[in-house]
Nanobody
Framework: QVQLVESGGGLVQAGGSLRLSCAHS????????MGWFRQAPGKEREFVGS????????FYADPVEGRFTISRDNARNTVSLQMNSLQPEDTAVYFC???????????????WGQGTQVTVSS
């Protein structure tokens, strides 16, 4: 079975940076678009960004546009989320996911990771 494992979360001051990684088992996920989502306490899970199966295109939600960058290395079966200029509003559990473009666009996926906590202090 395909397994997604996020890492790299932690505590950072406002204005700082973190780089999250998502390792996926096998090469199956190399045929999927990959997305990042986040969920803050008391809020619904929201779309952060996504990258197409071959890394040719990326898409970002307005709150993170210009601050976050998604990349993938299919040879290493990894997807990364570089987060710069972090703000307290970015505090959430971040999830990586694999799915079709339409799935990811509407908050759905075929596979989900367990999530990693990102906390941004003021």
């Amino acid at each position: 079975q395909v397994q997604l494992v996020e890492s790299g979360g932690g505590l950072v001051q406002a204005g700082g940076s973190l780089r999250l990684s998502c390792a996926h088992s096998g090469r199956t996920c190399n045929t999927y678009d990959m997305g990042w989502f986040r969920q803050a306490p008391g809020k619904e899970r929201e779309f952060v960004g996504s990258i197409t199966w071959n890394g040719g295109s990326t898409f970002y939600a307005d709150p993170v546009e210009g601050r976050f960058t998604i990349s993938r290395d299919n040879a290493r079966n990894t997807v990364s989320l570089q987060m710069n200029s972090l703000q307290p509003e970015d505090t959430a559990v971040y999830f990586c996911a694999a799915g079709s473009p339409n799935q990811l666009a509407y908050g759905r996926a075929t596979y989900w990771g367990q999530g990693t906590q990102v906390t941004v202090s003021s």
